[in-house]
T-cell receptor, first 114, second 117 residues
Framework: DSGVTQTPKHLITATGQRVTLRCSPRSGDLSVYWYQQSLDQGLQFLIQYYNGEERAKGNILERFSAQQFPDLHSELNLSSLELGDSALYFC?????????????FGPGTRLTVT | AQKITQTQPGMFVQEKEAVTLDCTYDTSDQSYGLFWYKQPSSGEMIFLIYQGSYDEQNATEGRYSLNFQKARKSANLVISASQLGDSAMYFCAMRDMTTDSWGKFQFGAGTQVVVTP
């Protein structure tokens, strides 16, 4: 158990809908990262927050947005869903320790868009 | 731009044997970190080992060691004494350590390892 929690574990929704994925980082970790893992695209970095502020942006679509709240939990909002958005969405957290910055991943949310 | 290449889509290895998973990277950054993660069939991503670009010694964590060859831009993972539980997908990843973009991780396509009895 990495200490990172993600809810829900599974989500099935229809095209055009909007969903919110939630992540709670490990205790003490200030950084939260979101990733999308699909068969054709592999593991893609979406966005990173550090102590409530956006720090880095990857291949995140404009239909997707995220935020990190004062209690450090984060939410990833996916809107106008398309079939191609079906994927496993991971949240990871890390703490700035020495120079490693290793990430600890949550169990993921499997999103199926029908 | 950074790029991570894992050329081995899949490998079979016999129990108790060692296996080397290849990873090459491309970056113009001077300061970066290299990581290996394991993803079993259950789906979770497990951090295995880290190597900093300025580290002179190869990183080791138990049965995992990272063969870091900076001039060749390679960061191969060696798993010694393979166990059945090592069967999983293995990902190589890199992040640069410059202040303005230290959040960006990039992952390779992964190598599926199957350990046979």
């Amino acid at each position: 158990d990495s200490g990172v929690t993600q809810t829900p574990k599974h989500l099935i929704t229809a095209t055009g809908q909007r969903v919110t994925l939630r992540c709670s980082p490990r205790s003490g970790d200030l950084s939260v990262y979101w990733y999308q893992q699909s068969l054709d695209q592999g593991l893609q970095f979406l966005i990173q927050y550090y102590n409530g502020e956006e720090r880095a942006k990857g291949n995140i679509l404009e239909r997707f947005s995220a935020q990190q709240f004062p209690d450090l939990h984060s939410e990833l909002n996916l809107s106008s869903l398309e079939l191609g958005d079906s994927a496993l969405y991971f949240c990871a957290s890390s703490v700035r320790r020495a120079e490693t910055y290793e990430q600890y991943f949550g169990p993921g949310t499997r999103l199926t868009v029908t | 731009a950074q790029k991570i290449t894992q050329t081995q889509p899949g490998m079979f290895v016999q129990e108790k044997e060692a296996v080397t998973l290849d990873c090459t990277y491309d970056t113009s950054d001077q300061s970066y970190g290299l990581f290996w993660y394991k993803q079993p069939s259950s789906g979770e991503m497990i951090f295995l080992i880290y190597q900093g670009s300025y580290d002179e010694q190869n990183a080791t964590e138990g049965r995992y060691s990272l063969n870091f060859q900076k001039a060749r831009k390679s960061a191969n993972l060696v798993i010694s004494a393979s166990q059945l539980g090592d069967s999983a997908m293995y990902f190589c990843a890199m992040r640069d350590m410059t202040t303005d973009s230290w959040g960006k991780f990039q992952f390779g396509a992964g190598t599926q390892v199957v350990v046979t009895p």
